[in-house]
């Protein structure tokens, strides 16, 4: 059974960098799928934001692309989102998923696997 577990600070100040991790047990981020940043704000769709793939490569999505960046340590079969110059709009529920396509990232009937769910606030 694969499980996904996000951490990190649930309150971010305005123009700093949120960081979150993604802690995966029961399966290695190495050896195949894709692994997703999602995210989820008040009154609106899911959000996918990137992932990075089993061989470390990463993809974003255009809209947030200069502003994030995900990153693996895979000696803790860990991977973590880093966004920065966050503002109000940034607070969300923010997930973390497993890919089993290679298709479409944003379509979310690909993932098997997510992580609850961690609520971050952008506020001051």
């Known amino acids: 059974q694969v499980q996904l577990q996000e951490s990190g600070p649930g309150l971010v100040k305005p123009s700093e960098t949120l960081s979150l991790t993604c802690t995966v047990s029961?399966?290695?981020?190495?050896?195949?799928?894709?692994w997703s940043w999602i995210r989820q704000s008040p009154d609106k769709e899911l959000e996918w934001i990137g992932y990075i793939d089993s061989s470390g490569n990463t993809r974003y999505s255009p809209s947030l692309k200069s502003r994030a960046s995900i990153s693996r340590d895979t000696s803790k079969n860990q991977f973590t989102l880093q966004m920065n110059s966050v503002t109000p709009e940034d607070t969300a529920v923010y997930y973390c998923a497993r890919d089993i396509t290679n298709w479409d990232a944003t379509w979310y009937g690909g993932y098997d696997y997510w992580g609850q769910g961690t609520q971050v606030t952008v506020s001051s």
């Open positions: 029961g399966g290695s981020i190495t050896t195949k799928f894709r």
